[in-house]
């Protein structure tokens, strides 16, 4: 039987982790309102296979994570998000959670994704492959001024940098985000202006340079 220590402000989640399961598979040993209740509870955690995060708890991700993981370094930790958000999913991983899942997901599926993180794998949200393949937009309008529309804000400062030649790496540490969250918005980016790779994105800024720059600050190259 696999021990879950469940943190949710919320009680309503907690009898669904413990009824999706086959008999016998899954039971929810320990639960607490939030993060500092729990990394208080040195029972519960050396009990337990594994930490879920939801509701209220998995919006502050990072920081719980953290907490956790000094706590109880070797505990898979699982977060179930309300929505996906790619800036929180990105903290999640590179504050060492196994797993990033959105509350909509099946009860199979959470089963089956749970039992990947009990095996060592890292699971991710089905709605992440969307974000992740590239493919020529049919919504956007070829213009400059649909596209500029279409990136956010986010999207927008990470092709700045792009344009500059930095890596995913130095983004991230210049952002202060994860690689993963750099790569997530260069992709969207990329479809969005229909670009196919770093250097046609790089030359894209460049040519409408003039009219970027209207927008935006540019950063300073270093």
């Not at 919320?10 to 320990?30: E, H, K, N, Q």
């Not at 109880?72 to 196994?98: H, N, Q």
């Not at 210049?174 to 993963?180: C, E, F, N, S």
Request: charged share 20%; net charge neutral; hydrophobic share 45%.
């Amino acid at each position: 039987m696999i021990k879950l220590l469940h943190i949710d402000a919320s009680d309503s989640y907690r009898s669904l982790l413990a009824a999706m399961a086959p008999a016998g598979a899954f039971a929810v040993t320990a639960s607490h309102s939030g993060v500092a209740e729990a990394t208080g509870d040195d029972r519960g955690l050396s009990g337990c296979d594994m930490v879920i995060l939801s509701g209220a708890a998995a919006d502050q991700a990072g920081t719980g994570i953290a907490a956790l993981k000094a706590a109880a370094p070797t505990k898979p930790i699982v977060i179930l998000a309300e929505r996906l958000s790619l800036d929180s999913l990105g903290a999640s991983f590179e504050a060492g959670a196994m797993g990033y899942l959105v509350k909509s997901i099946s009860h199979d599926a959470l089963f089956e994704s749970l039992m990947l993180v009990i095996l060592g794998e890292k699971v991710f949200p089905a709605q992440l492959a969307d974000l992740l393949i590239e493919k020529t937009p049919h919504d956007l309008d070829p213009g400059l001024a649909e596209r500029r529309r279409a990136l956010t804000a986010k999207e927008f400062e990470v092709m700045q940098y792009v344009k500059l030649g930095y890596s995913n790496k130095q983004i991230a540490r210049t952002l202060g985000i994860a690689d993963i969250t750099v790569r997530l918005h260069i992709n969207n980016a990329f479809r969005k202006m229909n670009v196919k790779n770093r250097i046609q994105g790089a030359l894209w800024m460049i040519e409408h340079e003039e009219e970027l720059n209207a927008r935006k600050t540019m950063p300073r190259a270093g």
